[in-house]
């Protein structure tokens, strides 16, 4: 029994200490949204993935499974703060409404589809928190992505010099 206790103290403090650490977002309405912030991993182009948890006031049917119902999911998104643009990595559905225990449903998506990022959505909020701590601001311009600009002036002016 002696020896048992240092090794449960060691496996409940590893588990702590891989445990999501859920940040609140201030979204209106009564789903409550919350981040991983250990979950933030810049990419490349100034894009950032992140969790979030969804938390829904009650039991939710699924569209597509009648039988599903479910009280919270884990999304993970990948966003692009310089475009303002979202995918939908992944999708974990859960009984209980704190994310935890074993998923309901569980999708992976292979060729995610783009979405905008409207102001108003839940989706900013979740763009703002990441952006503002990856550091994935928008990229520097690079020279060979620069194009220069070309005015043709047709007026004329009778102060202009040389032929007309």
């Given at each position: ?143 060979e992505d620069m194009r220069p ?16």
């Amino acid at each position: 029994m002696i020896r048992l206790l240092p090794i449960a103290g060691l496996c409940f403090a590893a588990n702590a200490f891989c445990a999501p650490s859920w940040v609140p977002l201030t979204v209106p309405g009564s789903t409550r949204y919350l981040v991983d912030s250990g979950s933030l991993r810049p990419g490349g182009d100034a894009t950032t993935d992140i969790a979030v948890l969804a938390e829904f006031p009650q039991p939710l049917a699924a569209a597509f499974d009648a039988r599903l119902h479910y009280r919270s999911t884990i999304t993970g998104y990948r966003i692009d703060c310089a475009n303002r643009y979202a995918w939908v990595l992944n999708v974990s559905y859960y009984a209980s409404g704190d994310g935890r225990g074993r998923s309901l449903k569980h999708y992976a998506f292979s060729q995610p589809l783009r979405q905008d990022i409207v102001s108003w959505g839940s989706l900013d909020s979740v763009a703002a928190y990441a952006c503002k701590n990856t550091d994935a601001g928008p990229a520097p311009p690079r020279l060979e992505d620069m194009r220069p600009t070309i005015i043709q002036d047709s007026r004329h002016s009778r102060y202009a010099t040389g032929s007309q």
